[in-house]
C-alpha cells in the first residue's frame, strides 16, 4: 500500500512497545498525529503515552487485524518483529520502511553480505553451522575472534569471544542449538563510533553528527558527541552511511555502527533500522530529535536540520543507576534526565539516559566518569 503523505490527525501504529518506541509516540504526538501500539506487556513504555496498546503477540494474527484496524501508518521499534508478520502487515496498512531492510538486519550474514555488495568494508567474518566448521573459521580468521548467533542477539547477547584454542570448546558448548553463527575477527579498534541516517519517502536525506559510543560490558554506556575523530574519519563515516541508506532505498531511519582502527580503517559493525540509542543524545543536542525525524520520514514531511546545537554527552541509566541518579542529581553536572517508565529495575535493563550539554566535552566527561554512580575512573579501560 502506497501513500505518502500521512496528515496530522491519522493513527501511526508502532510495533513494539519499548522505550524507542515511547520516545517516537512523543515526538508524533507533538506533531499532531494520535498513537497506536503493538505490545504483549502491558502498560508498555510506549502504550503508556499512546492513544491505544493492543496486548498481542507480533505473530498473532487476531492482535494484528485488531491492530491493523487503528492505524492509517506503520513504523517499528526493533528489528526483530517477525519478517512474515511485517510481510502480511505491509500488505494490510502502509509500512514506508518496507519488510526487506528489517528480513536483512534481522540476520547478521545477509547483513554483512548485503553491506560488502555495497563496497563498504566490513570485518573479516565466517558464516558456519557446525562445530567443525568453527574450526575451519577459527583457522582461517585465527584468534582473537568471536562468534555470533545470527539471529536475535543483542547488547551483547548471543555472543563468545574465543581469545585462545582453549576458549573454542567453551565458546560452542554455550552456543551449541542457537545457529546459525557468524565467526568475526576481533578488531582492536581505537573507537566504536555511529551515524544516524534519516531518508523520507521523498528521497530527501540527513545525518546525524557522529556518535562516539563507549561500551561497558557490550552495552552502550555513553555517547560523546561531536565523536574525538580526525575530519576525514567523520567524512567517511557520514559518506558510510549515506551511501548505505541509498543503496537500501532506505525509508525511515537506519543507525550505522562502525569500528574505527589506528590505522584510520572505517568497518561497519552492524545495522538498525530504526532510531537508535547513540541518538538519543539528539533529542536535546540538536535542532531535530532522530525519533521527530523518523515521523518526519514515514509521514512524508520534509525533514528538519540536524545541526549540534551544543556537544553532548549521554549517558545510559541501566537498572542498576536508577536510585542513585535520582538521588545523587545534584552532586552531576546538569543533565536532561528521560525515564522509559519500566516498573522492574533489574541490573542492564535500559531504563532512561540522561544527557549533559557542555561547552567544555572533557571536563563533563571527566565529572560524569567520577561520580560514583557510573563507578568509572576511565570507561574506556572497561571496554568489552
Ligand atoms: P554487537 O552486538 O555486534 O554490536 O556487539 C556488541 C559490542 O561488542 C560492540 O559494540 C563491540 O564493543 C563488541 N564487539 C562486537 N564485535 C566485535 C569485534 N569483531 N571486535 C571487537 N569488538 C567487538
Not at 501511526?12 to 497506536?36: N, P, T
Amino acid at each position: 500500500m502506497k501513500k505518502e503523505w500521512i496528515a496530522p490527525g491519522k493513527t501511526i501504529g508502532i510495533l513494539g512497545g519499548g522505550q524507542l518506541g515511547r520516545m517516537m509516540a512523543l515526538s508524533a504526538r507533538e506533531m499532531g498525529y494520535r498513537v497506536a501500539v503493538l505490545e504483549p506487556t502491558p502498560d508498555s513504555p510506549c502504550g503508556q503515552v499512546s492513544d491505544n496498546q493492543v496486548e498481542a503477540e507480533y505473530d498473532d494474527l487476531e492482535g494484528a487485524k485488531k491492530f491493523v484496524e487503528l492505524c492509517d501508518v506503520l513504523t517499528y521499534e526493533f528489528e526483530n518483529i517477525d519478517a512474515n508478520t511485517a510481510t502480511w502487515l505491509e500488505k494490510q496498512v502502509y509500512l514506508p520502511q518496507g519488510s526487506d531492510l528489517l528480513e536483512i538486519t534481522q540476520n547478521r550474514i545477509h547483513e554483512k553480505q548485503a553491506i560488502k555488495s555495497f563496497q563498504v568494508p566490513v570485518v573479516r567474518y565466517r558464516a558456519l553451522e557446525t562445530a567443525n566448521e568453527l574450526q575451519k573459521a577459527r583457522e582461517a580468521l585465527g584468534l582473537p575472534a568471536v562468534l555470533k548467533t545470527t539471529r536475535g542477539g543483542y547488547d551483547g547477547k548471543g555472543q563468545q569471544v574465543i581469545r585462545t584454542n582453549n576458549d573454542i570448546a567453551k565458546a560452542w558448548k554455550e552456543m551449541e542449538g542457537k545457529g546459525p553463527f557468524v565467526l568475526e575477527s576481533w578488531v582492536d579498534f581505537d573507537q566504536e563510533i555511529s551515524v544516524v541516517v534519516t531518508r523520507s519517502s521523498t528521497g530527501e536525506m540527513t545525518t546525524f553528527p557522529v556518535a562516539e559510543n563507549i561500551h561497558v560490558n557490550n552495552i552502550l554506556h555513553q555517547s560523546i558527541v561531536p565523536a574525538r575523530i580526525p575530519y576525514e574519519i567523520e567524512k567517511q563515516a557520514i559518506d558510510i552511511a549515506k551511501h548505505l541508506a541509498e543503496s537500501f532505498h532506505l525509508i525511515g531511519t537506519l543507525a550505522v555502527e562502525m569500528f574505527v582502527t589506528d590505522d584510520q580503517m572505517v568497518y561497519v559493525n552492524e545495522l538498525a533500522p530504526r532510531p537508535h540509542n547513540s541518538g538519543h543524545y539528539t533529542i536535546n543536542a540538536c535542532e531535530t530529535s532522530q525519533f521527530e525525524q523518523h515521523i518526519r520520514a514515514i509521514c512524508g514531511w520534509p525533514l528538519g536540520k540536524t545541526d549540534l546545537l551544543r556537544p553532548a554527552v549521554m549517558v545510559n541509566i541501566l537498572g542498576e543507576h536508577v536510585d542513585e541518579v535520582l538521588e545523587g542529581l545534584s552532586d552531576l553536572p546538569t543533565g536532561h534526565v528521560h525515564l522509559y517508565g519500566k516498573k522492574e529495575a533489574r541490573p542492564g535493563r535500559k531504563m532512561g539516559h540522561i544527557t549533559f550539554l557542555t561547552d567544555d566535552l572533557e571536563k563533563t566527561l571527566k565529572e560524569i566518569n567520577q561520580s560514583p554512580i557510573w563507578k568509572l575512573d576511565n570507561p574506556e579501560e572497561d571496554e568489552a
